[in-house]
T-cell receptor
Framework: DAKTTQPTSMDCAEGRAANLPCNHS???????VYWYRQIHSQGPQYIIH???NNETNEMASLIITEDRKSSTLILPHATLRDTAVYYC??????????????FGTGTLLAVQP | DAGVTQSPTHLIKTRGQQVTLRCSPK?????VSWYQQALGQGPQFIFQ???????QRGNFPDRFSGHQFPNYSSELNVNALLLGDSALYLC?????????????FGEGSRLTVL
């Protein structure tokens, strides 16, 4: 699985959009981009994933550049409860799946009141 | 619909002892993976179980072993505990095939080795 690079930490004002970047310059054509977050002392929580098209769900939007070498997770209206470590992970999704995720150290997003 | 449940939530052991952690997957899931998370680090993959067999393994010694039962629940066993085994142990469940490939994590079992 390709490696990812994320900033160590970011701040965001409550109510504003939080944009979390991720670089994955060695991503292969069959690798998906997944985002998880981990609120302090809890298990990681799935947010969203995508292959090459932009994706949106009730939690967030995922913007993947055309060359797929980077992506941005967008939380449209950040709240204090969004303070967490956000992990960007790239992996192949296989039938009969490998469910191994390789976590980096992620981005600590601090939402400020 | 119960999510992933793990037990115990916290436990303290001494060096050399053995520990067993338990996990019940989300309803409908058939695959269980275990992760170790040291303080300040991201989770590291230990192994994955499907159809009561270990399917994949990360870079962990044989002291770490597991089991999956016919009802899909799983156990993680660690023998001859070392101080460095102190960590949050996370269980994740998923579907082996089909689905979107997302994993659902439990809240973890925090192991302290003294």
């Amino acid at each position: 699985d390709a490696k990812t690079t994320q900033p160590t930490s970011m701040d965001c004002a409550e109510g504003r959009a939080a944009n979390l970047p991720c670089n994955h310059s060695t991503i292969s054509g069959n690798e998906y981009v997944y985002w998880y977050r981990q609120i302090h002392s809890q298990g990681p929580q799935y947010i969203i994933h995508g292959l090459k098209n932009n994706e949106t769900n009730e939690m967030a939007s995922l913007i993947i550049t055309e060359d797929r070498k980077s992506s941005t997770l967008i939380l449209p209206h950040a709240t204090l409860r969004d303070t967490a470590v956000y992990y960007c992970i790239v992996r192949v999704l296989l039938g009969g799946a490998t469910n191994k995720l390789i976590f980096g150290t992620g981005t600590l997003l601090a939402v400020q009141p | 619909d119960a999510g992933v449940t793990q037990s115990p939530t916290h436990l303290i052991k001494t060096r050399g002892q053995q520990v067993t952690l338990r996990c019940s997957p989300k309803s409908g899931h058939d695959t269980v993976s275990w992760y170790q998370q040291a303080l300040g680090q991201g989770p590291q993959f230990i192994f994955q179980y499907y159809e009561e067999e270990e399917r994949q393994r990360g870079n962990f010694p044989d002291r770490f072993s597991g089991h999956q039962f016919p009802n899909y629940s799983s156990e993680l066993n660690v023998n001859a505990l070392l101080l460095g085994d102190s960590a949050l142990y996370l269980c994740a469940s998923s579907l082996f095939s089909g689905g979107s490939g997302e994993l659902f994590f439990g809240e973890g079992s925090r192991l302290t080795v003294l």
